[in-house]
Each structure stands twice: as C-alpha cells, then as structure tokens.
C-alpha cells in the first residue's frame, strides 16, 4: 500500500513536502511515480523517482521547482514542492512504476502504474 501526506494550505510562491510511506513491500526494487488531480480535471502525471539510483524525471510543469528523492531505509519517498502556484492545486498521488525499477524517457502514461494510494490535497492560494 502507498499512503500520501504531507499536503496542506500555502500561499502563492511557499513550499511543501509531500511523502508517500509505502508498506507492504520493499520500496528497494520500485520506481515511485506522483500524480495530482485538480477539481474538475483529469489525473496526471508529475514525476517518477527511480528506485536505487534515485533520479527523477519530471513532467513540465513540475520541473525547475520541484524535488523528488526517497529513503529506502524508511520504505519513503519525498516529493518537495517549491514556488507553488494556485494552478499547483490539486489531490496529488503516489503509485507504483510497474514495467521497470527505473524511470526512463517521460512523460508517463497513468496506465503504467498501479497501487494509486490515498491522495494529499494541496491547496495554494493567490
């Protein structure tokens, strides 16, 4: 199972971080991917952390401001978000990469993950 947290209220241009506290597996072996939905709007995808190695691949819109790393001790992943904007607002989601441990190429299709765990809402006012 995958469990999101660390969501909340920011003002325009404040940081979080998001975590997602995988169980029942060993986090060693898995990409990690983070979605978000905003109201109204379809699920998509934000970025995909590598498993041993680490690295991460991000979608457009999250590059240059946000952070992806993981702590495989804890079985954790982390998603900092920095210079947030209202348009940042959204439910956002981890899930596991199914086809391989690490994240390659991108962007992402949704279908290639699984285990989508309860989100986190982020909410960014103007």
Known sequence: QLQASGGGLVQTGGSLRLSCAVSGFTLDDFAIGWFRQAPGQEREWV????????????????KGRFTGSRDNAINTVYLQLTNLKPEDTAVYYCAVYIPYSECIGGPFDEARFGSFGQGTLVTVSS
């Open 47 to 62: 970025s995909c952390t590598s498993s041993k190695v680490g690295g991460t691949v991000y979608s457009a819109s999250a």
